[in-house]
């Protein structure tokens, strides 16, 4: 049973510059939440994908923008990056039923430097 | 807004117990959760509670919810050098499920 993958696992990038994070969900799950975890803090919601559409966002900026595509894959895609944009994105997958749509599961994170 | 607050470090012996406590402020809070994380790595669902229960029992973890205070805490038996990493107590807030989380606490096992 495959679990939650992300990628790439490292990335170092340059202030001003984009970047496209990637995950697949857990076999079986249809719903993907991404988390922003800076150096020593808990994980921030950042917003949550389900058919395809946005449907619960945290207070994050317009910088940071999403897409999930049918086989339920998702990006992460964060503009004009910061340096306060290092940190560790987290893609969480759960399946949507009323059982068991709390339970989430987390991939190993991708770790974004930005210098 | 919500909130969940945990102490940031807690150092045992091997063998000996660990209690991780942690509260919230959500009073609509429906599931709590306990994540663990190792050095480098993402974060791993250990347990959850359903608010309507006290406690609940997962071989060597225990988790106990005090509704009234808003207080959650995890005891881990007989904790071993594997246990070392951070634990994240997490409230799942408002629809969709979304999870706030508090800032971890680092467990350090020392023999």
């Known amino acids: 049973d495959a679990g939650v993958t992300q990628s790439p696992t490292h990335l170092i990038k340059t202030r001003g510059q984009q970047v496209t994070l990637r995950c697949s969900p857990k076999s079986g799950h249809d719903t993907v939440s991404w988390y922003q975890q800076a150096l020593g803090q808990g994980p921030q919601f950042i917003f949550q994908y389900y058919e395809e559409e946005e449907r619960q966002r945290g207070n994050f900026p317009d910088r940071f923008s999403g897409h999930q595509f049918p086989n339920y894959s998702s990006e992460l895609n964060v503009n004009a990056l910061l340096l306060g944009d290092s940190a560790l994105y987290l893609c969480?997958?759960?399946?949507?039923?009323?059982?068991?749509?709390?339970?989430?599961?987390f991939g190993p994170g991708t770790r974004l430097t930005v210098t | 807004g919500e909130d969940v607050e945990q102490s940031l470090f807690l150092s045992v012996r091997e063998g000996d117990s660990s209690v991780i406590n942690c509260t919230y402020t959500?009073?609509?809070?429906?599931?709590l959760y306990w994540y663990k994380q190792e050095p480098g790595a993402g974060l791993q669902l250990l347990t959850y509670i359903f608010s309507n229960m006290d406690m609940k029992q997962d071989q060597r973890l225990t988790v106990l919810l005090n509704k009234k205070d808003k207080h959650l805490s995890l005891r881990i038996a007989d904790t071993q050098t594997g246990d070392s990493a951070i634990y994240f107590c997490a409230d799942r807030s408002g629809g969709y499920n979304k999870l706030i989380f508090g800032a971890g606490t680092r467990l350090a096992v020392h023999p």
């Open positions: 959500d009073s609509s809070s429906t599931y």
């Open positions: 969480a997958s759960s399946l949507n039923s009323q059982r068991t749509a709390h339970e989430q599961y």
